[in-house]
């Protein structure tokens, strides 16, 4: 009987009080008391007793408007950011249709675009920018293009879109009639944070996430922004039509509240982090850092020179650290075999583990050292 291969999340999700999460761009570094104060309270309460508000809580509705800086725009809510994109192109696209987007990217989005009938254009991005330009998108227009993918920062690469090229692809959508999917996970780590809606509402529709910049990833609350006729055309594809969990939405409305009190010293520790990750990266022989300095809250280790497979790493970080770093299949079809992922809004303990684990698991690697048992 075959041995089946080696289950990574469930191994960490066992031992979460010992894993140092580096694996899904997950934020740790958010204050908890105000949103641990606020949950308390409606559990107190037993608000989760009764049905939320469908449409949303409207001082959360008003916080996302805010926060986003998009008053005019329509903000709706989702279980995470995910459902949203699902919503969104099932909604938008129809069999036949092209998304223009790229190699690598969050996959899931491009799976999304295949169950509505569509298919991606994927432009590969591997080599410097690390990211599209408007001249290759202007480029890669056809006859079935209906859309553009544009992920600002991007997964998993941590490259981000100065304020010019977003304008620029955002005058392209406006001037081919094309719609704008503009996913803004990690805005908030961005040197340029710079919304395609600025210069193309009618086109554009954002998709933002509690998930990374409050610390929330666990609670699954996001959205999308968009024009209220946009809106009602997606909102046909909701499944939540008796409102999103309500513990989230208190638990959101109490994070963009602060935000403006924590948001300055979570972006600088993570800044930080990303240099120390670069540092540790750098006393490797045959890993490179493609994109740094990281404009999100992740990187990417090209390992590819080390003669190493990303889920060797992976394994062997996780197994024997307790540090758990992603392998870049999931990520990029052409070239998620050179790469492992890690995130970095971590503790600053934590970085240290991975300045331990990543070294001495290539060594180890490099040397057929057996990885010691699971405990």
């Known amino acids: 009987m075959a041995t089946p291969p080696f289950d990574a999340f469930q191994y960490a999700h066992a031992r979460r009080r010992q ?100 298919h991606t254009r994927n432009l590969d991005i591997y080599a410097p920018p690390f990211r599209l330009t408007a001249d290759r998108v202007q480029a890669a227009i056809g006859p079935h293009t209906k859309m553009i993918l544009l992920i600002d920062p991007l997964n998993p690469l941590g490259s981000g879109y100065p304020r010019a090229e ?33 210069f193309a509402p009618e086109q554009t529709v954002t998709v933002w996430s509690a998930s990374k910049n409050c610390g929330m990833a666990g609670l699954r609350i996001g959205g999308f922004s968009a024009t209220p006729e946009r809106v009602n055309a997606i909102a046909r594809y909701n499944t939540n039509d008796l409102g999103v969990n309500i513990l989230s939405q208190v638990a959101a409305t109490a994070a963009l509240r602060s935000k403006p009190h924590w948001i300055g010293e979570v972006v600088r520790q993570t800044r930080a982090n990303g240099e120390r990750i670069a540092a540790t990266a750098a006393t490797v022989e045959g890993v490179t850092v493609p994109v740094h300095p990281s404009w999100a809250n992740m990187t990417i280790l090209d390992v590819s020179a080390t003669g190493l497979s990303p889920e060797a790493i992976q394994e062997e970080m996780l197994k024997t650290h307790g540090v758990f770093v992603r392998a870049g299949n999931y990520l990029s079809p052409t070239h998620g075999s050179k790469f492992v992922r890690v995130s970095f809004s971590n503790s600053p303990g934590d970085l240290d583990k991975f300045a331990t684990a990543f070294p001495e698991t290539v060594h180890r690697l490099r040397t057929h050292a057996p990885t010691p048992p699971a405990a």
Do not use: C
Request: aromatic share 8%; no cysteine.
């Open 166 to 198: 977003v304008r620029a692809i955002a005058e392209i959508a406006k001037d081919h009639h094309l719609l704008l999917l503009n996913d803004v996970t990690y805005r908030d780590f961005s040197y340029e944070p710079t919304l395609a809606a600025e």
């Open 19 to 118: 894993i140092v999460w580096m694996s899904q761009n997950t934020n740790h570094l958010v204050p908890a008391q105000m949103v641990r104060e606020a949950v308390e309270e409606a559990l107190r309460e037993r608000r989760y007793e009764g049905y939320p508000y469908a449409p949303g809580d409207p001082e959360l509705l008003d916080l996302v408007r805010a926060d986003l800086g998009l008053p005019a725009l329509t903000p709706f809510l989702t279980g995470g950011g995910t459902e949203s994109l699902y919503m969104i192109t099932r909604a938008l696209l129809a069999p036949g249709d092209e998304v223009i987007a790229s190699d690598p990217s969050y996959l899931i989005i491009h799976r999304f675009v295949e169950l509505s009938g569509a």
